[in-house]
């Protein structure tokens, strides 16, 4: 696998494969990978010729009081598990390769909408950086498909919609999230938490599980979220947001939709986790 930091060398080597009619599937990441970066390049694999990956963790997608500082950077154990994967490129540039006039200066791409709600509202400015590094990455790499997490479910719709609104002629597919055996999504930020705290964070994904069933057997959605609520108060999260939306448009559910996403955003002392789950109704 080569590893650059280098845009240059991107565009040459797939413009190699691209020559050839190979094709190019890309995995952009932050880093510290774990099962769910590792599933996520298996799957391309078995979707294209050849797998580009990257590993920049974004400062525009962070906050002023957000872990950009703190983020685990552990690229000699991710450059090894992206060769047992079979990447065959890994894009690793600076800030200051991606951001040269500063962030402040930089063309941004902002989705409307859908930007604004959960994530986006309680995290200003955040999807504005995923479209944006997302929208330059894509056009450095110009791969064939790029393939996401359903466990960022909302990061998955504001990517669909860019690529959908910009018409980029790029494929988007969403890999199903991965979870420990305890049922807590796999995510870099696990790492914040003493095993305690783990325990009590496998909570989530429990409760999810349980308002499933309470919305397959019709009780009322806000009934459903206030129960939710306080099973994760019980076991020490404070709750930043617990929703249930239209799987598809986003939109607040009503009694009428057929596909649902319930989704939460909560804290376990200072970590902030998310995760959420698609719930069809018969
Ligand atoms: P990140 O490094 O957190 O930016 O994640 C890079 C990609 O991996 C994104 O598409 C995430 O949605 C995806 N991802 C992160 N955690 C998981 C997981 N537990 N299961 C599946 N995909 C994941």
Request: glycine share 6%; net charge negative; hydrophobic share 45%.
């Amino acid at each position: 696998m080569i590893t650059t930091q280098s845009i240059a060398d991107i565009r040459a080597q797939v413009k190699a494969w691209k020559q050839k009619g190979e094709t190019v599937a890309f995995v952009p990441t932050m880093g510290n990978l774990h099962l769910g970066h590792i599933t996520l390049v298996k799957e391309a694999k078995t979707r294209a010729d050849h797998v580009v990956t990257s590993i920049f963790v974004n400062p525009m997608q962070f906050g002023q009081n957000e872990d950009l500082d703190a983020y685990p950077r552990t690229l000699a154990d991710d450059q090894a598990a992206l060769i047992e994967a079979g990447a065959e490129l890994l894009f690793t540039p600076t800030p200051e390769i991606i951001y040269p006039k500063g962030m402040d200066a930089q063309t941004f791409v902002e989705v409307p909408g859908i930007s604004d709600v959960l994530c986006g509202a309680s995290r200003p400015g955040h999807f504005r950086g995923v479209a944006t590094i997302v929208c330059k990455l894509f056009n450095i790499v110009q791969p064939d498909i790029a393939l996401f997490g359903q466990k960022d479910f909302q990061q998955l719709l504001v990517i669909r919609t860019m690529v959908d609104d910009l018409s980029l002629p790029i494929e988007i597919v969403g890999v199903e999230t991965i979870r420990e055996d305890s049922g807590l999504a796999m995510s870099s930020r696990n790492g914040y938490l003493s095993a305690e705290q783990k325990a009590q964070a496998a909570q989530i994904k429990r409760t999810l599980d349980k308002m499933a069933c309470s919305l397959k057997t019709a009780q009322s959605i806000e009934a459903v979220i206030a129960q939710g609520q306080i099973e994760l108060e019980d076991v020490g999260f404070r709750n930043d947001y617990l929703d249930v939306r239209n799987a598809n448009n986003f939109a607040v559910a009503n009694g009428e939709d057929t596909e649902l996403v319930i989704l939460v955003a909560a804290y376990m002392g200072s970590t902030r986790l998310i995760d959420n789950l698609v719930v069809k109704l018969a």
